[in-house]
């Protein structure tokens, strides 16, 4: 069976439906990916994950290297094993986290691109804790301060002991304030990395096959210049190995800011191949997620539906709100009385809203279940949009509601 099969496709764009087929079972695309850093979907069972709808769950190899270490989830059977998620998963290489911890970048999504250029970018008050150099990065750890090492073989070496299903090639974050120079400079490194990654990728493979088999993902970079995107993803296609095997499917990582996120993505699908699918890294807002997948994304991952859901921020049909906000205090209706999960259908706003006045750890637990539901759904509807040609209704009418109401939420 092929790793990807393309069902519909969305007329005259990038857009389509289809499966990815891993080991611990089938995905259909587009789907979210649910983020959970440290083998965990924060506050939540995996066993609520599944009744929610997810098909995946993504960790991250940089944080599951500091602690507890890829020996240990090794000795455990794998990440899946480990955590006791029996679906499909997924690991980031790392490089966004030795980077974006490591430097103290501000938010890639939201930098400020206006800023004068720079190549060393370091947010205020924060001290540089990686460097970067042709054959990989050093960096210190968040956590103790201590001094690491990752090349392109020591991602893939640490990716293949976690053991997700679906692993990505070491890359290099930039941001959007990095000169062109750079950029190019970092295109280019990301390219030669990509190469090794697939060669240590491929000799890990050989050295234990019994274990299930894991697909490789190169990563397209070149931020924002049309140009080094298309260049990035037309080299990253063209990466065989001896026996003429590339990459199994494609990340689109780096600097993308929202109002270019589908122009960029399409840079990047035009020149990747169809029969392979696409990863987009970090979105989760309605109308990225609708351009996106227009623009051809397959999959894509966003630790915002947990993280805010923690901060008591819930979304809704008319817009995300805040549920400790005084009017709730007495509101004895559920967050989204159109939505099927299991907090909408036994607690109203009154009751999340006295857990996070009165800081209960359950409220996380809740209001995380609401908001992947709601994520996870809405991309359920996306796809099923596709298969029915009702893509455009279904935008128009979600992003009308969604940001329709200046007020937000009821
Ligand atoms: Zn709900």
Redesign the pocket.
Known sequence: MPFFTVDAELPGRRGRTGVIHTPHGDIQTPAFIAVGTKATVKAVLPETMRELGAQAVLANAYHLYLQPGPDIVDEAGGLGAFMNWPGPTFTDSGGFQVLSLGAGFRKVLSMDANRVQADDVIAEGKQRLARVDDDGVTFISHLDGSTHRFTPEVSMQIQHKIGADIIFAFDELTTLVNTRGYQEDSVARTQAWAVRCLTEHRRLTAARPERPSQALFGVVQGAQYEDLRRQASRDLAGIVDAEGRGFDGYGIGGALEKQNLATIVGWCTEELPDDKPRHLLGISEPDDLFAAVAAGADTFDCVSPSRVARNAAVYSPTGRFNITGARYRRDFT???AD?D?Y??GHYTRAYLHHLFKAKEILSATLCTI?NE??VIRLVDQIRASIGAGEFDELRDHVLGQYYGHSTRAQ
């Open positions: 559920p967050i989204d939505c999960c907090t909408c609401h539901r709601f």
